[in-house]
């Protein structure tokens, strides 16, 4: 029998439970969440500065607003690329507007021959985070391998507040975020 803080039990609960959330909300309530950049964290959206975002999947935040407003105040854009489960996962600068090609798990990121950075801000998709600001994701590990690679990003998990969980099944390479933006709140340790 699984535990409640095993990972896999976990991802089924959270993803079902944010499914059910974002199914309840109008259309204008969706799109109004994650529409204005709020003030905690308009201090590390900077001219030059690199904010990396994601195509949203399914009921996951949509970021798209939030990086439209970045670049309309001097931040270069990036978003993931990945090629395989095991590959790593790169960074690569990407304007809204530009093309995106299909990618493995349903993605959709930049062609591979766009140029490569390292984002100083990073917003990271999830499933579940906790107080400790340990998020759970997707499973392949692509954000955790990344974020420790990029330990002088600042890493921004967005979520519904309906993915907050009282605690986390954890592992030694698991990466803590630096702080979580809600439809409803700006969370830090």
């Not at 670049?71 to 996962?89: F, W």
């Not at 490569?116 to 917003?123: A, R, S």
């Not at 392949?140 to 998990?157: E, P």
Request: glycine residues 6%; proline residues 7%; negative net charge.
């Amino acid at each position: 029998m699984k535990s409640e803080y095993d990972k896999q039990s976990q991802r089924l609960q959270y993803r079902d439970m944010r499914d059910q959330f974002v199914g309840a909300l109008s259309a204008q309530d969706r799109a109004l969440a994650f529409s204005r950049i709020p003030s905690p964290l308009i201090e590390y959206i900077q001219p030059g500065k690199i904010v990396a975002g994601y195509v949203a999947i399914g009921s996951e935040v949509d970021p798209s607003a939030l990086l439209a407003r970045a670049h309309a105040l001097g931040s270069e854009i990036a978003l993931p690329h990945v090629t395989s489960k095991i590959a790593p996962m790169r960074f690569l600068r990407w304007s809204p507007g530009d093309d995106l090609v299909p990618g493995p798990f349903g993605l959709l990121q930049p062609a591979e021959n766009c140029l490569e950075c390292k984002p100083d801000v990073i917003l990271t998709p999830l499933v579940a985070f906790d107080d400790q600001l340990m998020r759970l994701g997707q499973g392949a590990g692509h954000y955790d391998r990344a974020l420790s690679m990029l330990d002088h990003s600042f890493a921004i998990g967005l979520a519904w507040s309906v993915q907050r969980a009282p605690a986390l099944a954890s592992d030694i390479w698991d990466m803590p975020l630096n702080a979580i933006l809600t439809e409803t709140s700006w969370i830090t340790v």
